[in-house]
């Protein structure tokens, strides 16, 4: 079964860390680049960070020295550390598979983060 499943949301203060998680299964993960997008409430989805398969990133720059994003190849999952989170950065948290050679994407279920005191 195709499938991307994000965990790791959730409630922290400003200022704290996260750390997502995608799990991804029933696809070739090496041929994937990998992203996460976020959308928050009344704004358009838009790309955080994505990761290519020989491991080059790219950022949002609102996001840029903050956030970390990594992939194992060994356990099909794609990892987004969050630090410094600000109030802002509260969304639903999306992950994204785009193959390499073709038009296919795939989304996960996303996963939500609230940052407030």
């Known amino acids: 079964q195709v499938q991307l499943v994000e965990s790791g949301g959730g409630l922290v203060q400003p200022g704290g860390s996260l750390r997502l998680s995608c799990a991804a299964s029933?696809?070739?993960?090496?041929?994937?680049?990998m992203a996460w997008y976020r959308q928050a409430p009344g704004k358009q989805r838009e790309l955080v960070a994505e990761i290519t398969t020989g491991g080059r990133t790219n950022y949002a720059d609102s996001v840029k020295g903050r956030f970390t994003i990594s992939r194992d190849s060994a356990k099909n999952t794609v990892y987004l550390q969050m630090n410094s989170l600000k109030p802002e950065d509260t969304a639903a948290y999306y992950c994204n598979a785009a193959h390499s050679f073709t038009t296919t994407h795939l989304w996960g279920q996303g996963t939500q983060v609230t940052v407030s005191s």
């Open positions: 029933g696809i070739p993960f090496s041929f994937y680049v």
